[in-house]
């Protein structure tokens, strides 16, 4: 049964956002007005540990500390439509999942369109997973996650490094995953009064303003077309309610056809990326916790693993 935070929460959304922020084509106001507002976040990321890094021209900040030498590292990748969001706007939800593994989270600020589209974003992603390994950190100690364009670009991402011939990171979380760039799923039209957040205008937008005339069947604009064979085990989580309810329903049926290990879960009643409210949400806590314990339980594959098409153009960057 859905808590009655969530009724509030909703409420918040739907005015906060679904009628004010995306009604609007400027990007700068998007940019302005997206995640927490600057006081909270900064109330948020009191006593966070937060050092800035450059990952080759793309800024990045290392959030939280870890627990212990041989921790998990975490690379979470912000959401925002590929138009806004930042490590900054998204260091708490970074953080609230980090506290939760008992690591460090890096957190890149990828390039974002319409100055940068596609294959920008996932340039950056793969980039920031390089960095980590030659940092000397064990693939099998790195975890992946993001939250909506950012848990497309965490799959995304991992599948430029499985065709780079990278060994896979320990596994991979997936929040409300934007995954479907030409809008397939049935949910885009069946949610678009119920979703809080989200207008299917307002996607679309933000797919055009991202692909800059680039396929949206490309496999690594959109990962639920992409060939999954050899990933590592991946969790998403999406919820009942949002326009985007069916890009991670078929993202998990994707993975499982192609032996991926899946944990996957419909949540009622919250929002899109509704983990960003777990100061004040139960859902958004039990979302995170049961993510924690997917990503800290399970074990990565081993290079075997790997399939005989990595390399293939079937999702290489262009």
Known sequence: ????????????????????????????????????????????????????????????????????????????????????????????????????????????????????????????????????????IPAERIVIAGDSAGGGLTVA???????????????????????????????????????????????EKAATAYLAGASPHHPLASPVYAELDGLPPLLVHSSADELLRDDGVRLAARARAARVPVEFALYARVPHAWQHFERVLPEARASLDAAARFLARVTPRGPADVPSHAGSASSTLA
């Open 1 to 136: 049964m859905p808590s009655w935070q969530s009724h509030v929460i909703e409420l918040v959304v739907r005015s906060r956002v679904k009628r004010r922020i995306l009604s609007t084509e400027d990007v700068r106001a998007i940019r302005a007005r997206l995640g927490p507002p600057p006081l909270l976040r900064h109330a948020l990321s009191v006593g966070l540990r937060v050092e800035p890094v450059m990952v080759g021209t793309v800024r990045a900040e290392w959030v939280g500390e870890a627990a212990t030498p041989d921790a998990p590292v975490l690379l979470f990748l912000h959401g925002g439509g590929y138009l806004a969001g930042s490590a900054d706007t998204h260091r708490p939800l970074a953080a609230a999942l980090a506290r939760r593994l008992g690591a460090r989270a890096l957190v890149p600020d990828y390039r974002l369109a319409p100055e940068c589209p596609f294959p920008g974003a996932v340039e950056d992603s793969l980039a920031a997973y390089r960095y980590l390994l030659e940092l000397g």
């Open 157 to 203: 991402g991992t599948l430029a490094a499985r065709d780079a011939g990278l060994p896979m990171p320990r596994a991979l979380a997936c929040f409300s995953p934007w995954v479907d760039l030409a809008h397939a799923g049935a949910s885009l039209d069946e949610n678009e009064e119920r979703c809080s957040m989200l207008r299917r205008a307002a996607v």
